[in-house]
């Protein structure tokens, strides 16, 4: 009776101490892959078992051949151990994945809510500044108060001005957001495109005090959406005026970058901080608190729409701080993916 008990407490000792090894083995695969984990944990429980088994076989005296033979038979489940940890841990990266995807969807379809909704009281407020503005004036002109009413007329138009501006642009970026934008691709210089959408900005760079300096390879040629394009880089030359303090410049350059285009514009802006660098593509994001865009302040959906001109194109659109300013950079494959 004694051997029996010795052999139990020595099997369990046995089992335990290889168990608890075997858990520090799993436990360091997890870290790595969960797959390999669960491979691994019945494969130890079954080596726990056996050198257990075994070694309790040893205690009681057995015939070295019987413990061998024993331990052949513990040894033979491994394998199935392992078939069944591959099929479990099959199971469990299946499930895992479901749940990651699941738990992408919801967040992106929560941040997609959230955005939408900032979106419409943003616009909402812009577009309730100039209409205050035309009912006011309009009001002034039927009471008779406004005595200049070619200027008052002139304040009304500018107002719908700004108005249809806003509504463009959010067309612009409702069709840059579906899920098939249906581009008008065309095959040309994207050095020329880029060229006549900086040379239309020289008025305002002029008014603003900002110099447009730039450079192009000698052809960089490229299947893209010349519209969207040149809105796109308007809006980074536009972006880069507003920020760049006068006397300051505004660079844009185009060269060819493998099987591609990159378009880079840089300001003198002062640079962005790191804080919210990587908000700036993000619709209706101004880097600042104001609502009202205000005077010389875009709505916060252009660099959302240079974003929105990259993905469409598959490219990608990127800012980096350089010395004193800031470098915008889209980048446009040379071929529709």
Do not use: K
């Amino acid at each position: 009776m004694s051997t029996q008990v010795s052999a139990l407490a020595l099997a369990a000792g046995v089992t335990l101490v290889v168990g608890l090894l075997g858990v520090l083995v799993v436990v360091a695969l997890a870290r790595r892959s969960v797959g390999n984990a669960a491979v691994a944990a019945p494969v130890v429980v079954v080596i726990a078992v056996a050198a257990g088994v075994y070694a309790s076989a040893r205690a009681m005296f057995l015939q070295p051949e019987d413990s061998t033979t024993v331990l052949l038979i513990l040894v033979a489940a491994v394998p199935i151990a392992a078939v069944l940890g591959g099929l479990v841990a099959r199971r469990v990266i299946d499930a895992d994945r479901a749940a990651t995807a699941d738990r992408m969807a919801r967040e992106l379809e929560a941040r997609a809510e959230a955005d939408r909704r900032e979106l419409v009281a943003w616009v909402s407020h812009d577009l309730r500044t100039p209409l205050a503005g035309i009912w006011a004036i309009s009001e002034a002109v039927e009471d008779g108060v406004a005595t200049d009413v070619p200027a008052a007329m002139s304040q009304v138009r500018d107002s719908v001005r700004q108005m249809g501006d806003l509504v463009d642009t959010l067309l612009a970026l409702s069709r840059l957001q579906a899920a098939d934008p249906a581009l008008q691709m065309t095959e040309l210089d994207v050095g020329d495109l880029v060229s006549d959408a900086v040379a239309a900005l020289q008025p305002l760079a002029d008014a603003e005090g900002v110099r447009l300096t730039g450079s192009a390879g000698p052809v960089v040629r490229a299947v893209v959406a010349p519209g969207e394009v040149r809105r796109a880089v308007a809006n980074l030359v536009v972006n880069g005026i507003r920020h760049t303090p006068r006397g300051g410049e505004v660079r844009t350059t185009v060269t060819p970058d493998g099987d591609g285009v990159v378009v880079a514009v840089v300001d003198q802006c002062g640079g962005i901080p790191d804080d919210v660098i990587g908000r700036v593509f993000e619709t209706g994001y101004r880097g600042t608190a104001a609502r009202s865009p205000g005077e010389g302040r875009g709505s916060g959906l252009g660099l959302a729409i240079v974003a929105g001109v990259a993905r469409a194109h598959g490219g990608s659109a990127e800012v980096t701080n350089v010395d004193g300013g800031c470098r915008f950079t889209l980048r446009l494959p040379a071929h529709r993916r």
